[in-house]
């Protein structure tokens, strides 16, 4: 950098040597903190400018975060019964739709549900018959006692078999319900893998999304709860950020985070604080906040980022951009601009800065608003200001 700004102030001097604008001007000597440059100086550097402005301004806290899968977009799948994984047909990375098999678990759980679900049918069959049957010996008591020939007794022994049988019909359903409802809940009522085995309990996808972990191999022994595989909608992500407990409570829902990621260099993302927990770590004495990222784009779980996290309510200040403020002779300083002749004359302005952010700088005195000053380039300035000052030729 040095030796570009170096060869630019070269050429500069060059071009200042030919052009006469570059010289002192008729009245006298420039001041030491100034320079007048021609127009084909000014080519040759590629200055850009900005102007110093009132702008909003909310406080804003830099802390180091992270870029996480969103807690609410991702489902850890366990394993509902105890038994062996025969396969698994899914790896990270992969795409997958709700329903899904996602793996397969060889357990006797399900021969037993498959028992039960047989019996829970026989019944049915049975009660359904012990019904009819039932129905039919109440119905003919019915029409023997209205003609006088049955007993009320009679009549009332039929009336009770009948209601007898029906219980016993909506006993043996609801164990089928239920018996069909356990083998659904094991292997699922989507299409089966081709190489389905009847043994097999098979996991499927709660949602649409994308495996970002699996935990097991085939021939893993796994028992009720253990990880296998976990899913996550990966286009919604949060970045994780722990503030100073101080800086937190300034912190609400809805705050606007920027930050940047060492895998997406310069570009700033954004962000709306979303959760901001209650508790404080006992030894960073931090406060943990999630903010929701707009537009995930390149970025992955487990990036690491620098965040800037608004604080507080929005106030006014004079603001330049953070490129056209440096040190000049141990000071903060800007250099500012104004059009002389077909050249521009440049002045060091010695400022108190405020407030900073990646991108701005607050000026609390030493600057006017609406001044012009350079951004781009402002190093190549200073180094053409301190020649001239040091008696280089202009």
């Not at 097999?200 to 649409?208: A, H, K, N, Q």
Request: charged share 25%; proline share 5%; hydrophobic share 45%.
């Amino acid at each position: 950098m040095r030796r570009l700004i170096l060869l630019v102030a070269t050429g500069m001097a060059a071009a200042c040597g030919k052009a006469p604008p570059d010289a002192a001007p008729p009245n006298g000597a420039p001041a030491a903190d100034t320079v007048v440059l021609s127009a084909e100086s000014v080519r040759i550097a590629g200055f850009t400018f900005d102007t110093a402005r009132q702008e909003r301004w909310t406080n804003v806290v830099t802390a180091p975060g992270r870029v996480a899968l969103d807690p609410t977009n991702t489902e850890p799948i366990g394993s509902i019964v105890e038994g062996r994984v025969a396969k698994v047909y899914v790896m990270p990375g992969d795409r997958v739709r709700r329903g899904q098999v996602l793996l397969a678990i060889h357990s006797h759980e399900l021969m037993d549900a498959r028992a039960t679900l047989a019996k829970a049918r026989a019944a049915t069959a049975s009660a359904g018959s012990l019904q009819r049957v039932a129905t039919s010996a109440a119905d003919r008591a019915e029409r023997l006692h209205g003609i006088k020939a049955l007993s009320l007794a009679e009549l009332e022994r039929a009336r009770g078999a009948k209601e007898e049988a029906d219980a016993s019909v909506a006993t043996a359903e609801a164990e089928l319900h239920r018996a069909e409802a356990l083998i659904e809940h094991l292997v699922g009522h989507d299409a089966l893998p081709t190489d389905y085995d009847e043994h097999w309990v098979l996991i499927r996808s709660p949602i649409d999304g994308q495996v970002v972990a699996r935990h097991v191999d085939p021939g893993n022994v796994v028992l009720i709860g253990a990880p296998l595989v976990t899913v996550s909608r990966t286009s919604t992500l949060v970045l994780v950020v722990h503030l100073p407990d101080a800086s937190a409570s300034d912190v609400r829902p809805g705050s606007l985070v920027r930050f940047t990621t060492g895998a997406t260099g310069a570009i700033v993302h954004s962000a709306r604080v979303s959760r901001i927990f209650p508790g404080i770590d006992t030894l960073t004495r931090t406060v943990e906040v999630h903010a929701a990222i707009a537009a995930a784009g390149a970025l992955r779980p487990e990036l690491f980022a620098t965040a800037e996290v608004e604080t507080g309510a929005a106030t006014s200040g004079l603001v330049v951009p953070a490129a056209a403020v440096q040190s000049f002779d141990g000071d903060t300083a800007v250099i500012t601009a104004e059009p002389r002749d077909d050249g521009l004359r440049l002045t060091v302005r010695r400022v108190r800065v405020g407030r900073r952010s990646r991108d701005r700088v607050e000026i609390l005195a030493g600057l006017d608003a609406n001044s012009l000053v350079v951004s781009g380039g402002a190093a190549v300035a200073r180094a053409e200001i301190i020649k001239r000052r040091n008696g280089g030729n202009g």
